[in-house]
């Protein structure tokens, strides 16, 4: 499925957004966990550029045009839906499950059906990260690092306030036209866990030492009003 976002380079122009070499320079505004060489082909992601993306409408933004229950608070705030490149589904924020997996992030909906596959991104310019809040229950998205054994650095959205839990970076691949997100809590990468049995089958976790294919990397659908 082609994305509906424009190539960021067309949007924020060649000089915004310069792919750094393999072996770039550690990303000195971000928390230490989040500070390695940029992925080769990759490039990071700040507030100004993902503002300004306005996708040509397809399928899938007609589906998504009310889907604005929360508006953006922030000046460099963007609502996305986010659909896995590995198992092609949206990701959705599983209010109704029940502790301790309350608000899991789960790529299982086919469509963008409401506020559920809904996501504020917004940009800190202090520390160069985004927090994603859940338009679904209104909370921002957390890694679970304490949690154990398949739970253990969980996607939840749980927080009502922004700390390290809550802070990612965000990287584009124009050739492929995909994204990927790494948390600042632990300096992983967010996967899809296409693997996973039961109720957490298709959960996001940040558990990947690098972006190594598909179950680290999402398509990105701007949400308009």
């Given at each position: ?31 230490a ?26 399928g ?30 949206f ?6 499950y ?15 059906g409401?506020?559920?596959e ?29 949690f ?78």
């Amino acid at each position: 499925m082609t994305s509906v976002l424009l190539a960021l380079s067309a949007l924020v122009g060649a000089s915004a957004l310069t792919a750094p070499a393999a072996a770039a320079a550690p990303q000195t505004g971000r928390p230490a966990a989040a500070q390695a060489a940029v992925p080769a082909g990759w490039e990071v992601v700040e507030g100004d550029a993902i503002a300004a993306l306005n996708g040509e409408a397809d399928g899938k933004r007609s589906a998504a045009r009310n889907l604005t229950a929360q508006d953006a608070a922030a000046d460099e705030t963007t609502l996305l839906a986010m659909q896995s490149a590995r198992n092609g589904l949206f990701v959705t924020t599983e209010k109704n499950y029940p502790a301790p997996h309350t608000g899991a992030l789960r790529a299982r909906s086919a469509e963008i059906g409401g506020s559920w596959e809904g996501f504020a991104f917004e940009w800190d310019e202090a520390s160069q990260t985004y927090a994603l809040r859940s338009l679904a229950n209104g909370l921002y998205v957390a890694v679970e690092k304490n949690f154990a054994g398949s739970s253990q650095n969980l996607l939840r959205a749980r927080s009502t306030g922004v700390g390290g839990w809550e802070r990612f970076v965000v990287y584009y691949n124009e050739e492929l036209d995909r994204w990927a997100l790494q948390s600042t809590l632990n300096g992983l990468f967010v996967a899809m866990e296409n693997g996973y049995t039961g109720s957490l089958q298709y959960a996001l976790r940040a558990r990947s030492a690098e972006i190594g294919g598909s179950w680290e990397e999402f398509f990105l659908y701007e949400l308009g009003a």
